[in-house]
């Protein structure tokens, strides 16, 4: 009878040892870092900032680089929200982070201003401490416990008092039961939320409202081949103020896709948050007409959400001034190649090697059903925006644009995407992958028929 709590001892000892522990820190979630796309300087970064282990301690910041440039220095201002410190350092970007560590001195809300060539971007996030289980004190106590219990009811039976010694092991058991269920219970219990993080945000059971988003460009009308600021202002609906709780998602605050009537002209881009509410970036349009934008964003406790606006370029087509990182880019430029037809058939090899056509299945995709879309990669694929691959898709109208992402094939020599056209039309598609040094668009046209068409 006595052999029981000590085999219920050992068992609760060794799923201690044994259970999941949970990540020590983390910036985002448990375990992981913050990674944000930033469209800075004339190029594509990754600004990385690494999960802390416990504050005060160093939060190490690298950015990697997505285009051909060499040591980038960014300036690096980390700012303390709660009580104003602030640190500096420089981070140079390169294909794979080289970490530079500030001091942090306490758990919380942050602000990280990145600056590059003249241009300045204000990221906010907070730095998460992992606190212990509030559980773990029931579990130690409970072993503790009945460890007590138990030596005394021992030691009391060596005595020959049998009836105290059965309270004592009666005790000691109660307490390696309370301990054993939680154990097994506390997978489902709920976590202490970690140090720093945001209060429970009051909001209704439908959460916050959509973002009211403006599309503008500075100036009113840019010119063709000319550098211009497209910017994006967010409010709150309910309230009219700036809107500045947006979510990373895809390791971006926002994704915003910038297209030429035409199709001719295409820009996946990272705006910058300038201020509270308000994101921007630089760009040059190469073709003179009408342009529409797309920004893909998420307000926390609200959901994904899709902002739109459309702006007019003035002036003579004229071939695009670009920065040194996108001339150096032997891809052509989808602003001034044709988009290819895609085709049921194996992709011949295009001029210089490249790879062909992506291939449709089924030859001619049906509205309302999913089609799969093979796309060859030119070199090794590096995941970008947390993906292998990006499949971006509008319709020949403008009116629907749809983004989805590879389906795990990356390593093969091709990128498989699977996609459902909502309505028969011709549709305007652009798939993006990352190698060495460089993000390929590979531009295409898919012609979708209606269901009946197929009967």
Do not use: N
């Amino acid at each position: 009878m006595r052999l029981l709590p000590v085999w219920a001892a050992c068992l609760a000892a060794v799923l201690v040892l044994v259970r999941p522990v949970p990540a020590e820190a983390h910036v985002v979630a448990a375990g992981a870092d913050l990674r944000v796309a930033q469209t800075i300087a004339g190029t594509e970064l990754t600004v990385v900032v690494e999960g802390v282990e416990r504050v005060p301690g160093e939060l190490r910041i690298g950015v990697v680089a997505y285009q051909p440039v060499t040591g980038l220095p960014v300036a690096l201002e980390l700012r303390s929200v709660a009580d104003g410190r602030t640190v500096t350092g420089t981070a140079h970007a390169g294909r794979e982070p080289r970490y530079t560590p500030l001091w942090v001195e306490r758990a919380g809300p942050h602000e990280l201003r990145l600056r590059a060539g003249d241009e300045v971007a204000v990221v906010p996030f907070r730095v998460l401490v992992e606190r212990a289980s509030v559980w773990e004190p029931l579990i130690y106590g409970g072993l503790f416990t009945a460890g007590l219990l138990l030596v005394g009811g021992l030691l009391t039976g060596a005595l020959s008092r049998p009836r105290p010694a059965m309270l004592l092991a009666g005790g000691a058991a109660v307490g390696l039961t309370i301990a054993f269920a939680v154990v097994v219970l506390e997978p489902w219990l709920p976590p202490s939320p970690p140090d720093g993080a945001a209060p429970t945000a009051e909001a209704g059971v439908q959460g916050r409202p959509f973002a009211q988003g403006r599309v503008a460009t500075v100036p009113a009308r840019p010119v063709a081949g000319e550098e211009f600021t497209l910017r994006i202002d967010l409010v709150d609906g309910s309230t009219g103020l700036p809107l500045d709780d947006l979510a990373v998602h895809h390791e971006a605050l926002a994704h915003l896709v910038v297209t030429s009537e035409d199709g001719r002209a295409f820009h996946h881009v990272h705006p910058l948050r300038t201020a509270p509410g308000r994101l921007e970036v630089r760009m040059r349009a190469a073709r003179p007409g009408r342009h529409l934008a797309y920004a893909e964003l998420e307000r926390q406790d609200s959901g994904g959400q899709l902002v739109t606006g459309e702006f007019t370029v003035g002036g003579e087509p004229s071939p695009a001034k670009t920065s040194p990182a996108e001339s150096a880019a032997t891809e052509p430029s989808p602003a001034e190649t044709p988009s290819a037809t895609a085709s049921a058939e194996p992709s011949p090899a295009g001029p210089a090697g490249r790879p062909g056509p992506p291939r449709l299945h089924p030859a001619v995709p049906v509205a309302g059903r999913p089609a799969t879309i093979e796309v060859e990669t030119s070199g090794a694929v590096r995941p970008w925006l947390g993906m292998a691959g990006h499949l971006i898709v509008r319709s020949h109208d403008g009116a629907f644009l749809g983004h989805v992402h590879e389906m795990g094939s990356a390593g093969s020599g091709r990128l498989r995407f699977t996609f459902g056209f909502p309505a028969a039309g011709r549709y305007l598609a652009w798939a993006q992958y990352a190698t060495g040094d460089r993000i390929v668009t590979v531009p295409f046209t898919v012609d979708v028929t209606a269901p009946e068409a197929t009967r």
